[in-house]
Nanobody, 125 residues
């Protein structure tokens, strides 16, 4: 059973950083991929980043490439999302999700079976 818990959201100023973490209640993600999605008020949920736990392959939306880094956190059996140079447009509720997508579906929310409760990120200028 997969139970996802996100942590690390909060309020920051534009240009600052935040680190989100997604854990599977202490269990390894094994053969799952973990995706990060976000949903801003009045907008659809959108893909942010993803990581395949088994080989560490990473994927990013163009809007965050070069600013966000997704990585495996072996100590906590978690997947972290380091967010640097945050902008107003990054304000959203961030969700992590787990599933077994193939490469072509890695960016699709429908490819993920399990979802966390979401953690809010607010970037103020």
């Amino acid at each position: 059973q997969v139970q996802l818990v996100e942590s690390g959201g909060g309020l920051v100023q534009a240009g600052e950083s935040l680190r989100l973490s997604c854990s599977n209640s202490g269990r390894t993600f094994s053969d799952y991929a973990v995706g990060w999605f976000r949903q801003a008020p009045g907008k659809d949920r959108e893909f942010v980043s993803a990581l395949r736990w088994s080989n560490g392959a990473t994927y990013y939306a163009d809007s965050v490439k070069g600013r966000f880094t997704v990585s495996r956190n072996y100590a906590n059996n978690a997947v972290d999302l380091q967010m640097n140079s945050l902008k107003d447009d990054d304000t959203a509720v961030y969700y992590c999700a787990a599933g077994r997508p193939i490469v072509s579906t890695m960016r699709l929310s429908s490819a993920y079976y399990y979802w966390g409760q979401g953690t809010p990120v607010t970037v103020s200028s």
